[in-house]
């Protein structure tokens, strides 16, 4: 997938509005998937990302995040945790599957799937620059914000 242009897809988002990939266009975006809206390691990430949010948009980019919630569980999400940016809803996981992040996971000893923590970055024309899979939270978003603004310089 990296260097090559992604396709379109177009998702319910918070706001009561659709997201459509190929609308975003013309900015570079970040894109994190995430297992499940108000969790700890999900809610840590998503604050990062919303502690960075102002840095992002001075380099000319936006951020998204996508899990398999409900647009009413990520609307009490992102209002519980002040965050800037659209959440959006992939409940039949097509683009949690366009992207390969759906994988086999263990939990309390019973394999389950789920999302595996990763983030992707497009650039402006809507090919992926940047990959990340198998997150660990810690830092991920500054290292990723580091990696947008090595794009815009």
């Known amino acids: 997938m990296l260097n090559q242009t992604i396709a379109d897809f177009v998702i319910p988002a918070t706001g009561g509005v659709t997201f459509k990939l190929s609308a975003a266009r013309g900015k570079l975006l970040v894109i994190y998937f995430y297992p499940k809206d108000d969790t700890p390691g999900c809610t840590t990430e998503s604050q990062q990302f919303r502690d960075l949010y102002t840095d992002f948009k001075k380099a000319d980019c936006e951020v998204i995040g996508i899990s398999r919630d409900s647009i009413e569980s990520h609307e009490k ?23 390969g992040v759906m994988k086999l996971k263990n939990l309390y000893g019973k394999q389950v799937r789920g999302i595996e923590r990763s983030t992707f970055v497009l650039d402006r024309d809507g090919i992926l620059r940047g990959e990340w899979r198998g997150v660990k939270v810690d830092g991920h978003a500054q290292e990723i914000l580091q990696f947008v603004q090595s794009l815009t310089t």
């Open 77 to 99: 999400f992102k209002t519980k945790f002040s965050l800037p940016f659209a959440l959006l809803a992939d409940s039949d996981e097509t683009v949690c599957e366009q992207f």
